[in-house]
């Protein structure tokens, strides 16, 4: 499995990123993805989780209100809409996969490289 994560820049407090989550490789069945972030200094930490399908989420209490995971099964991608950002969300952004479990808000088996997102106050 690849993923590759795309989306990140530089983007004023109050503004808006939209981050993309390419998957790749062969499964029977699809995967659940999440978000994770790593900030300047920080653990990395679980922001959200969609399952397979789309029709779950879980959203980390940072986040939610403001971003939004969708998923294009068709184009293979995932989606994290980011609104409303605070210098708070800056941070490397990780996608990652897993095909045995529906929400993985941890240890996921699959990782992506990260795209930046910065926030500036």
């Known amino acids: 499995v690849q993923l590759q994560a795309s989306g990140g820049g530089l983007v004023q407090a109050g503004g808006s990123l939209r981050l993309s989550c390419a998957v790749s490789g062969r499964t029977r069945r699809g995967y659940a993805i999440s978000w994770f972030r790593q900030g300047p200094g920080k653990d990395r930490e679980f922001v959200v989780a969609?399952?397979?399908?789309?029709?779950?989420?879980w959203y980390a209490n940072s986040v939610k209100g403001r971003f939004t995971i969708s998923r294009d099964n068709a184009k293979n991608t995932v989606y994290l809409q980011m609104n409303s950002l605070k210098s708070d969300d800056t941070a490397a952004y990780y996608c990652a996969a897993d095909i045995n479990r529906e929400l993985v808000t941890t240890r996921p088996t699959y990782w992506g490289l990260g795209t930046l997102v910065t926030v500036s106050s």
């Open positions: 969609i399952n397979w399908d789309g029709v779950s989420t």
